[in-house]
Structures are given as structure tokens and as C-alpha cells.
């Protein structure tokens, strides 16, 4: 019986000796050596349980329990030395290094379309409810299809409504409008019927305002084939302008002049922010511009390759930039490209 109370004060005196050192320990390297010296092969813990095959088989059982509970309590004080040890390695870290690599990273903001996107891809779409496809044709253009093929010929004084952006080559210049398309589209595809819009950017000489820019985006609506009606131009437009600013959206035509169309008209929509009544925004009227159309001139057919006789069309010419301005009650239309993160966030 001695000798047991001997060994089980021994194992006793084992384990407060090691907790007494780990309390003193406070670096990772210094932790290692405690769990060598005292949970390790050669530690006094180990060595009862090597020691016990030369012990008397009464005392075995005992002995065996005994340092098996002062390995776990010295292991389980060794898992709590270690949690500590990284919780102020942690707050050291988080104290004198700049930027901490275990911490979860910022998470990034999610980008969004631009305004004049978001509304190209809407008009895109109310299109293509009604059967049209998309075509693109070049922003660099030549004279004769920007001009000449659309019923304006050299030295015509409607070549002047456009500020025009010319090359240093002879004969190209910037695209003033989406309509030079109209030519190409015809010409790719006569003489079979068309139901295409183009969009595309423009670029003219004019001063900047509120409401003009140097340069802007357009989108051309262009139908070709037999017995095309004035009425289906009517029909189609307003159908568009209800879609894209809501049913209750007045919309008017009112006679204009382009020379590549003709008859030519006007659309507009009932001013957003006086609701007719007048204002500085639509020049006491009432009414909004948001673009113009007409039926194809016969000679704009005839250069596309169709037959005015037996062929006819209309077209719709409307700037992106005007159009989202009045969709979202924007009061200047030069923050579509000064890149401000604080308008654009809006969106």
C-alpha cells in the first residue's frame, strides 16, 4: 500500500510541476519544449507507463489509470495553451501589421450597366418583340453613304444641319448619323423585306450643353418591303414610346423635313417634369422631342437597290442619350460620360 500512495503522489507531483511550468510559457517554441518534456517519450509520464510491465500485477490497473488521467489533463492543459498562444499572436499581429492575410477579404462591389446601356439593350428588346433584328454598320464612314446616297448630294445646303467631323483622307469622315446603315443593310439584303434597327455611336461638331454632346449614341429603325404604310410607322413608334416610358406616355407627330425620308415628321412625348402644362425643360411646350421619321425617300430606295415602284419603307432615326435623359429624368445629359461614380451608382 506504500508503494502505491508513493507512485500516485509521484504522478500528483508530476502534473503540478507541469502546470506550473506551462503557465510561464508564452511562446510557440517554448510550448513545444514543455510537450517534449513532459508528454513526450522520454517524459516522466511515459516512463510509468514503461515502468509498469516490471510492477506488481495489483498495482497495474491502478497506476495505468492514474497516469492516464494526468496525460489528459496535461494534453487537454496543452490544447488550451495553444488556443491562447494564437489569440495573442492574433492581437499582436492585428497591432503592429498593416494588413492581416487571416482575415476574411472585402468583399467586392458588384458592377452594374450603364445607364445608356441598360436603355440601348431595353429599346433593343421592345424591337425584337416586334420582329426586328439588330444590324451594325461602321461609325467611320465615307461621304456617299453619310451623304450622297441619302438624298443629299454634293454642295446640298442640307449637308450643313450636320456638324460634320472630316479625316485627313479625302472622302471619310465620323458618322454625323446612324442612317448611312440604311444604304448598307439595303444593299446586303435586297431585294428581300427588312425589319432591322441599327444602333451604333455619332459624333458632330456642336457645342456642349445640357442637352448635346460632341458625341452621342442613335439608334436607326429602318422596315423595307411591299405596301409599307405611313400608318405602320404611326403604329410601331407609339407602340415604342409606351413601352419605353410608360402607358400612360402622350406621344404627337408633327410634320418635319429630312431630306432622306419623305413624307418626314417628328415625334415627341408629353414633357416629363410639367406634364404639359410648360416649362424651361420643353420650351414652354409641353412636349419633349425623342426623334424623327419618315417614309423612305424613293431615291434612298433606289441607291439600297429597291424599286420605289414597287417597294417602300420607313425609318426612325432617335439618340440613346435623349432618350435615357427623359426615361430617367435627368436633367443633363453630359453626366453620361463624366464618369462619376456617384451618378453612375444610381443605376
Known sequence: ???????????????????????????????????????GRSSPVMAVFSSM???????????GQAANKVRQALEAALAEKQDILKDEALVKALQTEQLDVTMPGRPVERGRLHPLTQ??????RIFGDMGFQVYRSPEVETDDYNFTYLNMPPYHPARDMWDTFYTKTDGVLLRTHTSPGQIRVMRERSPEPIRVILPGATMRYEQLSARSEIEFAQVEVLVVGEKVTFAELKGTLEDFARRLFGEEARTRLRPSHFPFTEPSAE?????????????????????????????????????????????????????????????????????????????????
Open 1 to 39: 500500500m506504500a508503494d502505491k500512495a508513493a507512485e500516485l503522489a509521484k504522478l500528483e507531483q508530476i502534473q503540478a510541476e507541469a502546470l506550473k511550468v506551462l503557465a510561464d510559457v508564452a511562446e510557440e517554441d517554448a510550448l513545444e519544449a514543455w510537450r517534449v518534456a513532459f508528454l
Open 53 to 63: 510491465k516490471t510492477m506488481d500485477q495489483a498495482l497495474r490497473p491502478v497506476m
Open 119 to 124: 436603355v440601348l439593350r431595353q429599346i433593343t
Open 267 to 347: 415625334m415627341d412625348v408629353g414633357c416629363f417634369v410639367c406634364g404639359g402644362k410648360g416649362c424651361p425643360v420643353c420650351k414652354e411646350t409641353g412636349w419633349l422631342e425623342i426623334l424623327g421619321c419618315g417614309m423612305v425617300h424613293p431615291v434612298v430606295l433606289e441607291y439600297g437597290g429597291y424599286d420605289p415602284a414597287k417597294y417602300s419603307g420607313f425609318a426612325a432615326g432617335m439618340g440613346i442619350d435623349r432618350s435615357t435623359l427623359m426615361r430617367y429624368r435627368i436633367d443633363d445629359i453630359r453626366h453620361f460620360r463624366n464618369n462619376d461614380i456617384r451618378f453612375l451608382r444610381q443605376f
